[in-house]
């Protein structure tokens, strides 16, 4: 599968939307219009980007506390996000969820989960929901390289693969489950080969490179709709703050930051635009500023939404 | 996101007939299957000889491809329930014991109690998990659990039981209908038991709404599944002595009826609560904090059958018969009071 020029070019803004989206966070938390804690992906991008694109609108999708990019990439309004995080009425979830629960049924977004491999058995659920409804709609489901050793990762995969469900697993291993490094916790480094205990197909993918993300999720999911079963998909990459907002990440050895910064997936990409001729420095330099521009004031719209009153919350705790 | 499909089912108004309680638990799954397509059936061998407790009979041949057996994995499956239920299915998961529920408490506690508040009333989340507990079966001290009360101090969650074949018929059926996610208790030791039950539509019950199972005004006992069936039976032998017992099965566990109960002591003045469980954290010891609370008035202190404190249950077959409360047990704690 090869990307058309438009669409690489497109693939570059949303990394750009996200990269400069979670830089933003960082600065309303600053400001104390963000509290709590946020799980930010900087460096993370091309993962969301290059998967969520393989989806067609009615698919399904579960993602994590770490999930602000594959929100964005999915399509929920920027502004409805920044209005979560600062606790709004007009976020996407009424300012109840905050940063860990981005979620927009009306999009598949079908939850974020602060609870280490809860959204495995969701997405799971989903799908096999399609599937006896007679439908060839998938799910994705991203997790952690730490979700990974807990059991509805195990569970998940054992039943969608006896019973073949389409549902693509993503792994992004970013080589910290919190601030432990995946092989003090884990006896292997390449998590795909955990798919072998499940008879499914398990890809190690450069979780940097944009491109080869979007081939091998979109193999993943053809499959899937196919009838095939499932894919576990392991994603090399790397996030490029701490953990959360208060882990300055010093557990990190000395220049490991550094060599995957060279490997940041919007440099990458750019890089190869440039030097194509598809999208020049400049041109690239231009978009940066104008995606600023949106962030900056979608922001301050944001901050003019409402605060939510205890009547509006107490409704969504029962339907009936 | 999920209203009532048409469906070609007729109404049901059948008349009252006796049945088992096994019987009315197939039969609730069964009218509910057959009046919504979108109730599916997951759990551990659910399709397999009608199921562990043979609750399933005849259902995975009455609705092919909607009764599944799932592996080990409760957990797992309750949290694919969610994910069902907000794609538009209403899953029914069977438990087969309600000791294994303890496996599941992310997917019972966390997720489905939490979804629909967390993502802004988005969605409703019409989950049933139906669990099978209580002792008397001999299954030792890990298949012997009611865990009626383990789940009743999250909003959210509905949390339900029934100590008669009526009742089971008629609040499973109402768990099935509910859109929020309900948990449904039933109990191993009242399935071969008879009662009259209503095969009707409009039968089925209103959530948190107890049921007076004998009328009294003596004595006001409430108790839940297997102790409600032993509550009746003290009842009807207190009633040769001349005490009149009036028996609440609340059913509801979380919502609970409190007003029902109210009414019922402001007539007796007078409390037994009756549970397969220690006092500590339950549905009893909540209901005499809330009786409290609303400025009740007992003529004597309430008093508590229920599961000793300093031991667990056994599988010996004569020490657990010694623990589990005995129909002369109550009666002689009524007796206390009279």
């Known amino acids: 599968v090869t990307a058309t020029v438009e669409t690489r070019i497109s693939w570059y803004r949303r990394m750009l939307e996200i990269r400069l989206f979670e830089e933003k966070v960082q600065e309303l938390f600053m400001e104390g219009l963000v509290q709590g804690t946020t799980h930010l992906c900087q460096g993370q991008e091309a993962v969301s980007v290059g998967a969520i694109s393989t989806l067609r609108d009615d698919d399904y999708m579960t993602i994590t506390y770490r999930g602000h990019g594959h929100a964005l990439m999915r399509g929920v309004p920027m502004e409805a996000c920044f209005a979560e995080l600062m606790g709004r009425s007009s976020g996407c979830c009424k300012g109840v969820g905050g940063s860990m629960h981005f979620t927009d049924l009306d999009k598949g977004l079908l939850g974020a989960f602060a609870i280490v491999g809860a959204g495995l058995p969701v997405a799971l659920g989903a799908a096999y929901s399609a599937k006896l409804q007679g439908s060839d709609r998938v799910a994705l489901t991203f997790c952690g390289d730490g979700a990974t050793n807990i059991g509805t990762f195990h569970e998940a995969l054992n039943i969608a693969a006896a019973w073949k469900v389409g549902i693509v697993f993503i792994v992004e291993n970013n080589l910290y489950g919190e601030y432990t490094p995946l092989r003090e916790t884990t006896p292997l480094d390449d998590l795909a080969e955990r798919a072998k205990a499940y008879a499914i197909p398990g890809v190690i993918v450069d979780g940097q490179d944009v491109d080869a993300v979007h081939a091998a999720v979109a193999t993943a999911v053809a499959r899937g709709r196919a009838g095939d079963g499932p894919s576990l998909l392991e994603m090399k990459t790397y996030r490029f703050r701490g953990h959360s907002r208060t882990d300055p990440g010093k557990y990190r050895p000395e220049g490991e930051l550094d060599r995957w910064r060279e490997r940041d997936p919007i440099v990458l990409l750019g890089a190869e635009l440039a030097s194509t001729g598809t999208l020049s420095a400049d041109a690239q330099s231009a978009m940066r500023d104008e995606v600023q521009g949106l962030v900056d004031s979608t922001a301050d719209r944001a901050k003019e939404g409402p605060v939510p009153t205890m009547e509006e919350v107490r409704s969504y705790v029962y339907a009936a | ?338």
């Open chain 2, 1 to 338: 996101m999920s209203t009532q499909l048409e469906s070609d089912a007729p109404p049901l108004a059948g008349d009252t007939t006796e049945m088992t309680y096994r019987e009315a638990v197939n039969a609730a799954l069964a009218d509910e299957m057959a009046s919504d397509p979108r109730v599916y059936l997951l759990g551990e061998d659910v399709a397999n000889d009608g199921g562990v407790f043979k609750t399933n009979v005849g259902l995975p041949e009455a609705f092919p491809g909607r009764v599944t057996n799932t592996p080990i994995c409760e957990n797992t499956f309750i949290g694919m329930a969610l994910g069902m239920s907000i794609t538009g299915l209403r899953p029914v998961i069977e438990v087969m014991f309600s000791d294994f529920l303890p496996t599941a408490a992310d997917a019972i506690i966390e997720e489905l109690p939490k979804f629909r508040f967390m993502t802004g009333g988005q969605c409703s989340v019409p989950v049933t998990v139906r669990s099978i507990g209580g002792g008397t079966g001999r299954f030792g001290t890990q298949h012997s659990a009611t865990g009626e009360s383990w789940f009743i101090a999250f909003p959210g969650l509905i949390v339900a039981s029934a100590g008669t074949p009526g009742g089971a018929y008629a609040v499973l059926r109402a768990a099935i209908r509910h859109e929020d996610p309900v948990l449904f208790f039933e109990h191993k030791g009242l399935y071969a038991r008879k009662g009259p039950v209503r095969r009707s539509d409009d039968a089925v019950a209103r959530v948190g709404q107890g049921t007076v199972l004998r009328s009294g005004s003596d004595v006001t006992i409430v108790a839940t599944l297997l102790m409600a069936d032993r509550a009746l039976q003290a009842a009807e032998e207190l009633a040769g002595e001349g005490i009149a017992v009036e028996v609440i099965d609340p059913q509801w566990l979380r919502p609970f009826d409190l007003p029902l109960v109210a009414s019922s002591l402001e007539r007796t003045g007078r409390l037994v609560v009756v549970e397969e469980q220690v006092h500590a954290g339950g549905w009893g010891a909540t209901l005499i904090s809330n009786l409290t609370l609303a400025g009740a008035t007992f003529e004597a202190p309430p008093l508590v059958v229920g599961l000793p404190d300093d031991v667990l249950i056994p599988y010996s077959p004569s020490l657990e018969d010694a623990i589990i409360p005995s129909v002369g047990q109550i009666a002689d704690t009524v007796r206390l009071l009279s």
